[in-house]
């Protein structure tokens, strides 16, 4: 089983700063490779599938590269809306999730 | 609008059973796979079982093998989950969701219902 580990556990920002989120793998994944957000309270939402492709209606702002074992998920530039837990996903495996907190 | 509405949570006692529902509207049900994914208070997404359009197919993580059974109603539009010998360790939020299969390893969930809390206490 293929095991997600993200970085940083949680990461402290302020709104029009840009965050760079990690999700590594413990084998190479290709670009299977999934990327959700999570606000308190709620369902996860779908972001980047594919490792860089957006979902329908997810703003410019989010971007996902990668390959491999190497993932990244970039948030050009924060709004307060953007404050949240992101996980990365493959098949059934979830990373731990990032913490996103206002600085 | 595709929409999932899970419900059937509740308070349980240990070693007890409950029956998880989600019902599906506004996509293709019977076209597509169905799974359950949980998130136990405060920590993070733990996937549980998913099921193949036709119901032919299913699987589970390990934790929950022999005691959860996932199913489906195709001409209801439901999912639903049987969970039997619940442990305190099962208590979570239970979300169904679709799952988007495009090749043997891509896959993700979306949408996502709201969850429904499960709680398993004495």
């Known amino acids: 089983e293929i095991v997600l580990t993200q970085s940083p556990a949680t990461l402290s920002l302020s709104p029009g700063e840009r965050a760079t989120l990690s999700c590594r793998a413990s084998?190479?994944?290709?670009?299977?490779l999934v990327w959700y957000q999570q606000k308190p309270g709620q369902a996860p939402r779908l972001l980047i599938y594919d490792a860089s492709n957006r979902a329908t209606g997810i703003p410019a702002r989010f971007s996902g590269s990668g390959s491999g074992t190497d993932f990244t998920l970039t948030i050009s530039s924060l709004e307060p809306e953007d404050f949240a837990v992101y996980y990365c996903?493959?098949?059934?495996?979830f990373g731990q999730g990032t913490k996103l907190e206002i600085k | 609008e595709v929409q999932l509405v899970e419900s059937g949570g509740g308070l349980v006692q240990p070693g007890g059973s409950l029956r998880l529902s989600c019902a599906a509207s506004?996509?293709?049900?019977?076209?597509?796979?169905m799974t359950w994914v949980r998130q136990a208070p405060g920590k993070g997404l733990e996937w549980v079982a998913n099921i193949r359009q036709d119901g032919g197919e299913k699987y589970y993580v390990d934790s929950v093998k022999g005691r959860f059974t996932i199913y489906r109603d195709n001409a209801k539009n439901s999912l639903d989950l049987q969970m039997n010998s619940l442990r305190a360790e099962d208590s979570a939020v239970y979300y169904c969701?679709?799952?988007?299969?495009?090749?043997?390893?891509?896959?993700?969930?979306?949408?996502w219902g709201q969850g429904t809390l499960v709680t398993v206490s004495s």
């Open positions: 506004g996509f293709t049900f019977s076209n597509s796979w």
């Open positions: 084998q190479g994944v290709s670009n299977n």
């Open positions: 969701a679709l799952q988007k299969i495009t090749a043997v390893t891509h896959t993700w969930f979306d949408p």
């Open positions: 996903q493959h098949r059934q495996s």
